[in-house]
């Protein structure tokens, strides 16, 4: 491909993720789409100017707050005179010093192999996650100085380098990172399917491999990891296992944060080697590495708990997100056996308050659940409709290996609605307990539930018969459904077969009764003969 079609193949200047800034913040805008801009092609400005957004941000978070004396000296200082004041929500002043240390790292030399170098290297992984930080913060200061709701600005989304077309020059100049950056840029349109046919397809994977080789030569060391996920994911063919392996190997030689390690791991996984997946989740959680933490902790939730709970530990000393919420959950469970002891309440409603302010994902989950075991857990007391709710909005992307269903079917039983959530949680509630008469409770409350829903539409599902789940909950001691099946309307819907039709409830439709009327008939002549 020759520079001029290049230039046309490159796209050109995106729309920020910081417009929202520029009116009124044109300067913190600014620096924020200068950290964009540089991300990709030069990590070391796009800390720097971070760093600057940040110290932006603290003389006018002290501005708008007024703060006596105003926000001075230097910005660690700056961020906790904003934190001292009690204006500034927790997780805000802990991304702002995140981004304070990178930048700093950014300026100052460092010591490698005996030798002192003044470039420093992050991860892409890295520098989007810290983006991602400056984003949050860019959104916080809409909310509190232009009184934008949160809600209303748009979502962080990877921004491609703003000038793209910058990197042809740097690249054939001899700048590793810009060739780096071309190669990624034909990687994506191959992995979005782009290409108009084989022809083209071919034609892009010559160009993945072409500027990719010319990064490495220029000393690119992360485009081994681009290499090897591209053959690994099949948007580059030709390579054998053996040849994949070794881009993962050469990737983890230059890997300070484990994000090739984590990728080497997910490929072995794929290919069925899962011991030595292992092997490399493991390396990549001692480099402190998000996605490693979280898939060791998956593995080891089930299989062995002292390990899971020091993966929780190392997590939380990670500052890994997810580890927050985690550990919330395994104190809930200390409270569950007993909701007296006041160690345990105490324990539990820091980790909730740590966990909130790390804004931890499903934390208003098991916020709920804490509510309902105990309502010394919250600072504000919640309906149990409000519980049900902040459950079910966080239900779909709960971890699966959670054992968390048997205590959400609990909570949603105290509420009126909700029965496709309960359904859902039917089968895994029964495995969770072993108590044959919280089975029966389980059966009986899903069974009411269904036969109230029946009052307000035709047809309402269920995992079982209705008259199944009333016959085995009465039969294994529930009070409930035996009082139920008694009771005038239990007795007119256990005589209606109509109500007895496997995974659904409700009367047939007169279709469905003519063709069992024809089957009846059909059997009846058969015997006859």
Same mark, same amino acid.
């Given at each position: ?35 964009e ?14 760093? +600057?957004?940040?110290?932006l941000?603290?003389?006018?978070l002290?501005?708008?707050?007024d ?15 904003l934190?001292?004041s ?26 490698s ?6 470039q ?6 890295? $520098? ?39 990197? $042809? ?38 160009d ?7 990064? @490495? ?37 230059? *890997?300070?944060? &484990?994000?090739a390690?984590? /990728? ?5 996984v ?33 299989? *062995?708990?002292?390990?899971? +709970?020091?993966?929780?530990?190392? &997590? ?50 098991f ?89 307000q ?8 018969? @209705? ?25 007119? $819907? ?11 409830? &409700? ?7 003519a ?5 009846? /008939? ?8």
């Amino acid at each position: 491909m020759s520079v001029t079609q290049l230039k046309v193949e490159l796209p050109t200047q995106q729309s920020s993720n910081f417009g929202f800034l520029q009116n009124q913040f044109n300067e913190l805008y600014i620096q924020a789409t200068q950290a964009e801009k540089y991300a990709s092609l030069d990590s070391q400005s796009s800390l720097s100017k971070m760093r +600057l957004f940040v110290e932006l941000a603290c003389h006018e978070l002290g501005k708008h707050f007024d703060l006596r004396p105003p926000v001075s000296g230097e910005l660690a200082e700056k961020i906790k005179q904003l934190e001292a004041s009690g204006h500034i929500e927790p997780w805000v002043i802990e991304s702002m010093d995140r981004l304070r240390r990178y930048g700093n790292q950014s300026v100052h030399i460092c010591q490698s192999f005996g030798h002192f170098v003044a470039q420093f290297k992050v991860s892409e992984d890295r $520098i989007q996650e810290l983006l991602r930080d400056m984003h949050d913060i860019a959104k916080y200061l809409a909310d509190k100085l232009l009184n934008m709701p949160t809600h209303s600005l748009p979502e962080w989304t990877p921004n491609a380098s703003l000038e793209l077309t910058e990197t $042809i020059s740097l690249a054939l100049s001899g700048d590793a990172n810009a060739s780096h950056n071309i190669a990624k840029h034909f990687v994506q349109k191959l992995r979005e399917q782009e290409f108009a046919d084989k022809d083209q397809r071919a034609s892009w994977q010559m160009d993945v491999n072409y500027w990719a080789d010319k990064a @490495i030569k220029q000393g690119c060391k992360q485009t081994y990891l681009l290499k090897a996920q591209s053959y690994a994911d099949k948007v580059l063919t030709g390579a054998s296992k053996d040849d994949i392996k070794a881009l993962f190997k050469q990737a983890t030689q230059h *890997d300070q944060e &484990g994000e090739a390690l984590v /990728k080497f791991g997910e490929y072995l996984v794929k290919v069925g080697e899962k011991r030595l997946a292992l092997e490399r989740f493991t390396q990549a959680a001692e480099k402190s590495n998000h996605k490693a933490i979280s898939y060791l902790q998956s593995v080891s939730y089930k299989t *062995d708990k002292e390990i899971y +709970l020091e993966l929780v530990a190392a &997590g939380i000393k990670a500052g890994h997100p997810c580890s927050y919420t985690l550990d919330a959950f395994e104190k809930i469970k200390r409270v569950e056996q007993n909701p007296e002891d006041e160690l345990a309440l105490k324990s539990l409603r820091s980790a909730l308050i740590m966990a909130d302010a790390k804004k931890a994902p499903h934390i208003a989950f098991f916020q709920a659940y804490a509510s309902f075991i105990s309502e010394k857990t919250l600072n504000k007391t919640l309906t149990a409709e409000q519980r049900a709710q902040m459950m079910v909005d966080e239900f779909d992307d709960m971890p699966a290996e959670l054992d968390i269903h048997y205590r959400m079917f609990n909570v949603l039983a105290e509420s009126e609605q909700h029965l496709d959530t309960m359904n859902k949680l039917f089968d895994r509630a029964i495995q969770q307990t072993d108590d044959v008469s919280e089975h029966a409770r389980i059966k009986s409350v899903l069974a009411i539930r269904a036969v109230e829903m029946l009052k307000q539409k035709e047809l309402v599902k269920t995992p079982m018969p @209705i008259t199944k789940l009333l016959e085995e909950a009465a039969n294994d001691g529930d009070a409930n459904a035996r009082s139920f099946i008694n009771s005038a309307e239990g007795k007119a $819907i256990m005589k209606r077969s109509a109500y007895g039709v496997s995974g659904r409830i &409700g009367r047939k439709v007169g279709a469905e009764k003519a063709k069992d009327k024809k089957k009846r /008939k059909a059997a009846k002549k058969a015997r006859r003969r």
